[in-house]
């Protein structure tokens, strides 16, 4: 069975400062794929990344960070001077390969305040 | 127009009452879904429907009743309901049928209040 879970419900942080919104899993796949997912106030979840479960490299986009890290199992997102249209709800999931249903984690929510 | 648009964003219903949300992608996708958002609970996914068969049904009551008519338009129908039924229901399209290959791309979601 797989599991994704964002053990911080809320996180308020102050606009320019960095934060980081944890996500660990569990699964039994050898193979999977790993996403995040932001949920602005208007509802639609908007998604932001993928990663496959051999592809362990760090990515960066723009403010936007992700750290894989295959160990201990986590795929961390840190945000960057933070903004307050970073403010949402943002989803961790996990789908195995050849899977057809996500599993997503519980979220948590970002208010980013200027 | 947007990728995936939901209708109605807001509905509120009797438990007796039978009504409808509708979907519809304009991305030329090949596989749909239905998600279940309550308050405090993880996404749940409801209905998988690709290339307009029905390929996953996750449990889900008979009060809730899906139809695919084609690939671009989804309908879950509504009878019945429960007050826990309360929730964001969202909509989903993928390129692909095989869903890991890619990306959802979601609707706004209808919020559905049961008196």
């Known amino acids: 069975a797989q599991k994704v879970t964002q053990a911080q419900t809320e996180i308020s942080v102050v606009e320019k400062e960095d934060v980081t919104l944890d996500c660990v899993y569990e699964?039994?796949?050898?193979?999977?794929?790993l996403f995040w997912y932001k949920q602005p106030p208007s509802g639609e979840l908007v998604f932001l990344i993928r990663?496959?479960?051999?592809?362990?490299q760090n990515e960066i986009s723009g403010r936007y960070s992700w750290n894989f890290q295959k160990s201990t199992s986590s795929f961390n997102f840190t945000i960057t001077a933070s903004q307050v249209v970073d403010s949402a709800v943002y989803f961790c999931?996990?789908?195995?390969?050849?899977?057809?249903?996500?599993?997503f984690g519980p979220g948590t929510r970002l208010s980013v305040l200027p | 127009e947007t990728g995936v648009t939901q209708t109605p964003r807001h509905l509120v219903m009797g438990m007796t009452n039978k009504k409808s949300l509708k979907c519809e992608q304009h991305?030329?996708?090949?596989?749909m879904y239905w998600y279940k958002q309550s308050a405090k609970k993880p996404l749940e996914l409801m209905f998988v429907?690709?290339?307009?068969?029905?390929?996953e049904n996750n449990s889900v009551p008979s009060r809730f009743s899906p139809e695919c008519p084609n690939s671009s338009h989804l309908f879950l129908h509504l009878h019945t309901l429960q007050p826990e039924d309360s929730a964001l229901y969202l909509c989903?399209?993928?390129?692909?049928?095989?869903?890991?290959?890619?990306?959802?791309?979601f609707g706004e979601g209808s919020r559905l209040t049961v008196l």
């Open positions: 991305l030329g996708h090949n596989a």
């Open positions: 999931a996990l789908i195995p390969a050849y899977g057809q249903n996500f599993v």
């Open positions: 429907y690709s290339l307009e068969e029905r390929v």
């Open positions: 699964t039994r796949d050898t193979t999977y794929y």
């Open positions: 990663r496959n479960s051999f592809d362990e």
């Open positions: 989903a399209s993928s390129q692909d049928e095989r869903v890991y290959t890619g990306e959802l791309f």
